[in-house]
């Protein structure tokens, strides 16, 4: 028999249907309660839903059974189930590689951010200090206002990086 892979949707709905028998109306039912589905209206869910059967059977997950007038009735194998676990423990790997690259992006962001505030308060104290100077000694006002003034941009440069950061791991932690 043939491994082939489906998608979320059609793994959801059939995981629903796994121990029991089903026809396509039963299976049809399921999908179109699915949150995950992609198809809303009936006659393409129905479609979608029987060309994914005819791939469950081509596959051995699904088996036809003796059915009641005219409807075909289906069951899931155990190759089904076999599959669901194969489908979880995939689904588990791949989801603990973003949580580990996003932890250690919260750290590099955490990190970076304690710099530039260590920078920026550095910047303030720098500026505070050129502005006591400056009224202390109104004399050299002149030599201390460009260094000032280069201080209070380098300030707003750094608030603004501040800023940015914090904006950045408010966006990774949600």
Same mark, same amino acid.
């Given at each position: 028999? %043939?491994?082939?892979?489906?998608?979320?949707?059609?793994?959801?709905?059939? /995981?629903?249907?796994?121990?029991?028998?089903?026809? *396509? @109306?039963?299976?049809? #039912?399921?999908?179109?309660?699915?949150?995950?589905?992609?198809?809303?209206?009936?006659?393409?869910?129905?479609?979608?839903?029987? /060309?994914? *059967?005819?791939?469950?059977? =081509?596959?051995?997950?699904?088996?036809?059974?003796?059915?009641? @007038? /005219?409807?075909? !009735?289906?069951?899931?194998?155990?190759?089904?189930? #076999? /599959?669901?676990?194969? &489908?979880? !423990?995939?689904? $588990?790997?791949?989801?603990?590689?973003?949580?580990?690259?996003?932890?250690?992006? @919260?750290?590099?962001?955490?990190?970076?951010?304690?710099? !530039? %505030?260590?920078?920026?308060?550095? +910047? *303030?104290?720098? +500026?505070?200090?050129?502005?006591?100077?400056?009224?202390?000694?109104? &004399? *050299?006002? +002149?030599?201390?206002? #460009?260094?000032? $003034?280069? =201080?209070?941009?380098?300030?707003?440069?750094?608030? @603004?990086?501040?800023? +940015?950061? &914090?904006?950045?791991?408010?966006? =990774? =932690?949600?």
């Amino acid at each position: 028999m %043939k491994q082939r892979k489906f998608k979320k949707e059609v793994i959801d709905t059939f /995981r629903l249907l796994a121990g029991k028998t089903f026809t *396509i @109306g039963k299976a049809l #039912e399921v999908y179109l309660t699915t949150p995950s589905k992609i198809h809303s209206e009936s006659k393409s869910a129905r479609q979608f839903v029987h /060309r994914n *059967i005819l791939r469950f059977l =081509s596959t051995g997950d699904i088996v036809q059974v003796a059915s009641q @007038g /005219r409807a075909q !009735q289906y069951k899931m194998t155990d190759q089904f189930s #076999e /599959r669901l676990t194969n &489908e979880n !423990q995939s689904s $588990n790997t791949t989801k603990n590689e973003p949580l580990v690259q996003k932890n250690t992006l @919260g750290k590099n962001l955490t990190d970076r951010l304690n710099q !530039q %505030k260590l920078m920026l308060l550095t +910047a *303030i104290g720098e +500026a505070e200090e050129y502005d006591a100077i400056y009224k202390e000694l109104p &004399e *050299i006002g +002149a030599q201390i206002q #460009e260094l000032y $003034n280069e =201080s209070r941009d380098r300030c707003s440069k750094l608030l @603004g990086k501040v800023k +940015a950061i &914090e904006n950045l791991i408010a966006l =990774s =932690s949600r």
